[in-house]
């Protein structure tokens, strides 16, 4: 069953151009076991991101030059709504460190420069679509039900808190995330 995702991270590195734009580095997503609404069974249900699936090369290419976004938008953006959600571009330069996915990205809109800069939106939240893989196991301590697979990221939104944990943020500063559940 493939189905749309959305994970969430905080900021880091703020830089300005003499444009107003503003750049930061983003941790974008983690491998690990994080807690989904199963819009089937209206229950939270672990599913888990294993490392051969977060940083494979279709999933770090996916990201590569994909819309940011305020908010996760109501649809997945694409060539005919990109002009009503898009606030910015992510960059090239995907990478791993240790277990998280990173990018740089640039926000062009003036209100979420705001948002970013003053830390209210100090998290991002990836868009995305997986294949479930109706499994059950344990990684690092922590049971799943479920593995994403083949994971290709549509745009990344800036929200104000998300699922991923304190680690998955821009990088503006050490303020801590928090979880939460989406249902």
């Not at 948002?115 to 893989?133: N, P, T, W």
């Not at 344990?138 to 994971?151: C, K, S, T, V």
């Amino acid at each position: 069953m493939r189905e749309y995702r959305i994970d969430t991270l905080p900021i880091r590195d703020v830089k300005e151009n003499n444009y107003g734009f503003v750049t930061v580095e983003v941790a974008l997503t983690r491998t690990g076991v994080m807690p989904y609404y199963d819009t089937m069974t209206g229950e939270i249900i672990n599913e888990l991101k294993p490392p051969e699936e977060i940083f494979s090369d279709m999933t770090m290419n996916s990201l590569k030059g994909v819309p940011v976004t305020d908010r996760h938008p109501p649809v997945m953006v694409d060539s005919n709504n990109w002009m009503d959600f898009t606030k910015g571009t992510t960059h090239q330069d995907v990478r791993q460190e240790d277990s998280l996915l990173v990018i740089s990205e640039t926000v062009f809109d003036d209100n979420l420069i705001a948002y970013v800069k003053s830390g209210k939106k100090a998290q991002v939240s990836i868009g995305f679509r997986a294949d479930l893989e109706e499994e059950s196991g344990e990684f690092d301590g922590e049971e799943y039900d479920r593995i994403q697979r083949n994971i290709k990221i549509n745009h990344v939104a800036h929200v104000e808190q998300g699922r991923a944990g304190e680690n998955v943020k821009a990088r503006i500063d050490s303020k801590d995330g928090k979880k939460r559940k989406i249902g």
